[in-house]
């Protein structure tokens, strides 16, 4: 199971770290994600990471301000948010294992999620 913490209310500009840990499974050796899911929207892909964390991705809307990151040894996965914008407001979901492309598969799983706010 995955579960996301670290979600908040922050002001535009602000920054936010999100953290995602696994248990009753290991992820070490999988590409994992982050996704989220403003209200009225699909759900959309924001970043991913290679299972040694040498390869990253991300979205348009959040390279360069964006950082994925995992720490292995822990079974957990990060993204650090800076320059947030009210855009960025959205629940984030961790998941895992995704393809490379940030796509999901059939044995994807999903966490519950954290929201995430941000006032203008």
């Known amino acids: 199971q995955l579960q996301a913490f670290g979600g908040g209310l922050v002001q535009a500009g602000g920054s936010l770290r999100l953290s995602c840990t696994a248990s009753?499974?290991?992820?070490?050796?999988?590409?994992m994600g982050w996704f989220r899911q403003a209200p009225g929207k699909e759900r959309e892909f924001v970043a991913r990471i290679s299972w040694k964390a040498s390869d990253t991705s991300y979205a348009g809307s959040v390279k360069g301000r964006f950082a994925i990151s995992r720490d292995n040894a822990k079974n957990t996965m990060y993204l650090q948010m800076n320059s947030l914008k009210p855009e960025d407001t959205a629940v984030y979901y961790c998941?895992?294992?995704?393809?490379?492309?940030?796509?999901?598969?059939?044995?994807?799983?999903w966490g519950p999620g954290t929201q995430v706010t941000v006032s203008s």
């Open positions: 009753g499974r290991t992820f070490s050796s999988y590409v």
């Open positions: 998941a895992g294992p995704i393809g490379l492309t940030g796509s999901s598969r059939s044995d994807t799983s």
